[in-house]
Nanobody, 122 residues
Framework: VQLQASGGGLVQAGGSLRLSCAAS????????VGWFRQAPGKEREFVAA???????YHADSVKGRFTISRDNAKNTVYLQMNSLKPEDTAVYYC?????????????????WGQGTLVTVSS
């Protein structure tokens, strides 16, 4: 499966963005999908994940501000980001695994998108 992340950009602190992760090559239905991010000089960290059945899990750092969701009919997973902070600045990556549950570790994913840059200005 090929993943294409999009929706990044420059936004002021307190603003919102919605990232999209579109899959091609095969149906997304049986895949768990996650979002990770990597800030300059830092390791890639888990942000949120959604199971094939729609169960979600969010990192504590984004809980209450970010929401992951999926639209299987469109083969797309979204990350709605509200109340953005400068520390949310990073390249955001989506990843997928042919697995029914929620996966929160980098090593748990088999497929990765190319990343989309989110910059939050103060």
């Amino acid at each position: 499966v090929q993943l294409q992340a999009s929706g990044g950009g420059l936004v002021q602190a307190g603003g919102s963005l919605r990232l999209s992760c579109a899959a091609s090559g095969r149906t997304f239905n049986g895949y768990g999908v996650g979002w990770f991010r990597q800030a300059p000089g830092k390791e890639r960290e888990f942000v949120a994940a959604v199971s094939s059945g729609g169960s979600t899990y969010h990192a504590d750092s984004v809980k209450g501000r970010f929401t992951i969701s999926r639209d299987n009919a469109k083969n797309t997973v979204y990350l709605q980001m509200n109340s953005l902070k400068p520390e949310d600045t990073a390249v955001y990556y989506c990843a997928a695994r042919n697995f029914l549950g929620v996966v929160i570790t980098r090593s748990g994913y088999d497929y990765w998108g190319q990343g989309t840059l989110v910059t939050v200005s103060s």
